[in-house]
T-cell receptor, first 114, second 114 residues
Framework: AQSVTQPDIHITVSEGASLELRCNYSYGATPYLFWYVQSPGQGLQLLLKYFSGDTLVQGIKGFEAEFKRSQSSFNLRKPSVHWSDAAEYFCAVGAEGGSYIPTFGRGTSLIVHP | EPEVTQTPSHQVTQMGQEVILRCVPISNHLYFYWYRQILGQKVEFLVSFYNNEISEKSEIFDDQFSVERPDGSNFTLKIRSTKLEDSAMYFC????????????FGSGTQLSVL
């Protein structure tokens, strides 16, 4: 069965600083990987996804993530954080074929200091 | 961008009472999902629904839970006799094709069982 680990419950950064949110997955085959963001009072919004090809994927809002098979990781990065990036971030892994039901991590809460 | 709408945003109920959580998926979507997130824990899959029947469900989705698409637009989750441990944020999601199209999530219903 697939699983996702987000080891950091909270991350605090200063506005303008760089950001990296960690995600490790467990899945027997090639995973489909996602990052979602949830701003306060909002639904989960897809930031980016990886299915195949280039292991560095670009997403919305200036985010990117890199798939590293050797480390079973899919870390989310942003070079310069804005105060509006404060939110909950969820990593998810999807199964190939079947009914496609993503499995989510517990989330990482990003706090941005001015 | 089209939205998945969930009502109410907050629901408070007494233990043992029935609750119905409502969702209006995006109009041309065919696949519907319920997820939940207990505070501090992972976002967990509950059930998926397609062609007016459940396609998959998790261990969490026991006989106390049911889903329905009563009128072609709404998608409801019913908990027959709520327990304290049902307190969670419940997310509805939908998408329009099988494969790797993104899930559109609602903003969630926060259920508190007292």
């Amino acid at each position: 069965a697939q699983s996702v680990t987000q080891p950091d419950i909270h991350i605090t950064v200063s506005e303008g600083a760089s950001l990296e949110l960690r995600c490790n997955y467990s899945y027997g085959a090639t995973p489909y990987l996602f990052w979602y963001v949830q701003s306060p009072g909002q639904g989960l919004q897809l930031l980016l996804k990886y299915f195949s090809g280039d292991t560095l994927v670009q997403g919305i809002k200036g985010f990117e993530a890199e798939f590293k098979r050797s480390q079973s990781s899919f870390n989310l990065r942003k070079p310069s954080v804005h105060w509006s990036d404060a939110a909950e971030y969820f990593c998810a892994v999807g199964a190939e074929g079947g009914s496609y039901i993503p499995t989510f991590g517990r989330g990482t809460s990003l706090i941005v200091h001015p | 961008e089209p939205e998945v709408t969930q009502t109410p945003s907050h629901q408070v109920t007494q233990m043992g009472q029935e609750v119905i959580l409502r969702c209006v998926p995006i109009s041309n979507h065919l696949y519907f999902y319920w997820y939940r997130q207990i505070l501090g824990q992972k976002v967990e899959f509950l059930v998926s629904f397609y062609n007016n029947e459940i396609s998959e469900k998790s261990e969490i989705f026991d006989d106390q839970f049911s889903v329905e698409r009563p009128d072609g637009s709404n998608f409801t989750l019913k908990i027959r006799s709520t327990k304290l441990e049902d307190s969670a944020m419940y997310f509805c999601a939908s998408r329009n094709s099988i494969g790797h199209e993104k899930l559109f999530f609602g903003s969630g219903t926060q259920l508190s069982v007292l």
